[in-house]
């Protein structure tokens, strides 16, 4: 079974590409981009770093050029390509990198049959797992950026869109949703609640540990901004008007020169977005998408609103529909009580980024199957805007 399941999630890697031209694969339009090559590399990597060289009896290293190559920011590790100059690997090939997935999944075959896990091998192999689903989300996003930036606006296909349908209660992902689902406001009580990661599968450290908070009585919108409402904003000059943006906000609004969501288009008087499917017509009722947290900040202050904060998006998300795009809280990225990183390279994974991050909960229409869970914490700067980002607002 934990074969099966080793070769299910790296071939669903595999699928996200499986309609790229070969030029596809090595374009970085913008650092925080990433070349399809490189991802479909880098997770490879992981598993050969991590549990074939150091466990795997008579493994022989694919390319020791390879660990500088693919090798993101784990010092521990050693040096590596700067993530800026990812772009200018036209070496090696793209037949290249999947040759090294290919001779690293054999060799994690044979290892998976013939080995008893230790219980330290089973966590670097979940851990791997999950890091390469993480990997396939940051590949949908960066193919779309890659493409949505080529003056063509050409297809992409075979993006995998998640459609999730209303249940009753929890499902196998973790996506909960409340059958008497309307467009309106739920009321939370004061209270103190508990927050953070309880069970035993797996969750990333910053999940932990479980730890109480005390919430003043709030109210959370129980759908997402649309389009459409995000249309009056900018018709109110919500760009244009100081007051509703933070500081640095008001900067990147000028700098930047921004005026609409990532992928708007304003075309002889009529809006479009780009799609998987290429530019289309903006559909005005479809949840909001691609915007940075500044953004969603401002919207909320011309609203008279505000963000939730993780805390209180952890307590109500059993109340309302989530999964379709990542949340900006009002929370930043900070460690829960307790919080310590473990030795070696893999405690350089999350807590090194505690900081000048902004929080986003719940999941994307590209995030990889049974890889949401309430307890989930993403993060980013708050200028970014390229992942599948919306607003769900509070009072």
């Known amino acids: 079974m934990i074969l099966q399941k080793y070769k299910d999630i790296r071939q669903h890697s595999v699928m996200i590409c499986s309609s790229l031209k070969t030029e596809d694969y090595v374009v970085q339009p913008v650092v925080d981009v ?35 190559v693919f090798n993101s920011y784990y010092e521990t590790i050693g040096a590596r390509v700067i993530r800026t100059d990812r772009g200018n690997l036209s070496r090696p090939g793209v037949e290249d990198v999947y040759r090294y997935r290919y ?17 330290q091998q089973k966590e670097l192999l979940e851990l791997g797992l999950n890091h390469e689903q993480q990997h396939q989300e940051l590949l949908c996003t960066d193919i779309k950026y890659i493409l949505g930036h080529n003056p063509l606006f050409p297809a992409y296909s075979a993006l995998p869109i998640v459609k999730f349908e209303l249940a009753g209660e929890e499902d196998d992902e973790g996506i909960i ?12 009580p004061e209270g103190v609640y508990e ?32 389009n459409q409402e995000f249309l009056e904003f900018i018709n109110d000059g919500g760009y244009r008007d100081f007051k509703h943006w933070h500081a640095d906000g008001w900067e990147w609004v000028k700098t930047k020169a921004a005026s609409a969501p990532l992928y ?19 559909a ?23 963000l939730p904060t993780e805390f209180e998006w952890e307590i109500a998300a059993r109340k ?10 009002e929370s930043a990225y900070l460690p829960y009580p307790g919080f310590k990183k473990v ?41 970014l805007r390229w992942q599948y980002t919306g607003i769900r607002l509070a009072k």
């Not at 309302?320 to 809280?329: H, I, Q």
């Open 264 to 282: 708007w288009h304003l075309i002889d008087a009529e809006w479009f977005n780009y799609t998987s499917q290429g530019l289309k017509p903006l």
């Open 34 to 68: 990433s070349p399809p090559k490189w991802h479909l590399g880098h997770t490879t990597w992981f598993f050969e770093t991590f549990i074939l060289k150091p466990f795997a009896n008579g493994y022989r290293e694919f390319d020791p050029n390879y660990n500088y």
């Open 343 to 383: 030795p070696g390279a893999i405690g350089e994974y999350n807590g090194k980024f505690m900081i000048n991050q902004m929080v986003l909960r719940g999941a994307s229409e590209v995030t990889s199957p049974d890889h949401s869970r309430i307890t989930y914490r993403n993060f980013f700067q708050p200028e």
């Open 103 to 119: 001779y690293v999944d054999e060799a994690m075959a044979d290892f998976l049959r013939s080995e008893s896990l230790t219980m």
């Open 320 to 329: 309302f529909e989530w999964g379709k795009r990542w949340e900006w809280t």
């Open 177 to 188: 949703f409340d059958q008497n689902f309307n467009n309106s406001l739920i009321d939370i």
């Open 284 to 306: 005005v009722a479809d949840p909001l998408c691609h915007i940075s947290y500044y953004e969603a900040s401002a919207y909320a202050s011309w609203k008279g609103m505000r």
């Open 195 to 226: 927050i953070g990661y309880e069970g035993s599968g797996f969750c990333f450290d910053n999940e932990l540990g479980r730890h109480k908070v005390y919430l003043q009585n709030f109210s959370i919108s129980t759908t997402l901004v649309s």
